[in-house]
Nanobody
Framework: QVQLVESGGGLVQAGGSLRLSCAAS????????MGWFRQAPGKERDVVAA????????HYAGSVVGRFTISRDNAKNTLYLQMNSLKPEDTAVYYC????????????????WGNGTLITVSS
């Protein structure tokens, strides 16, 4: 089992920045990939960004390319999401996720989920 805890959410004005963190614990040696997902009110949960835990492969949703950056610190078992130039449409609950399998695409088949952190972007 892998446990995930997100932090860093909050209220920010449009154009501002936030950094999310996701601390992983438990069987972290089994992690193949991790990602960030978000769910806006009334919408389905969608991938924001994902990365292979060993590096070398990343995926971004088209709506965040050039604004968001996913990164990881393997020594700290922590995943990050740097979010710049935030827009009101980025308002959502953001979830961290992880998987041990190497299924494709990178962001599919996530097995472990955090509880989520709310980001509200005001206009």
């Amino acid at each position: 089992q892998v446990q995930l805890v997100e932090s860093g959410g909050g209220l920010v004005q449009a154009g501002g920045s936030l950094r999310l963190s996701c601390a992983a614990s438990g069987r972290t040696s089994s992690i193949y990939a991790m990602g960030w997902f978000r769910q806006a009110p009334g919408k389905e949960r969608d991938v924001v960004a994902a990365t292979r835990w060993s590096g070398g492969i990343t995926h971004y949703a088209g709506s965040v390319v050039g604004r968001f950056t996913i990164s990881r610190d393997n020594a700290k078992n922590t995943l990050y999401l740097q979010m710049n130039s935030l827009k009101p449409e980025d308002t959502a609950v953001y979830y961290c996720a992880a998987k041990s399998g190497s299924s494709s695409p990178l962001y599919a088949g996530m097995e472990y989920w955090g509880n989520g952190t709310l980001i509200t972007v005001s206009s």
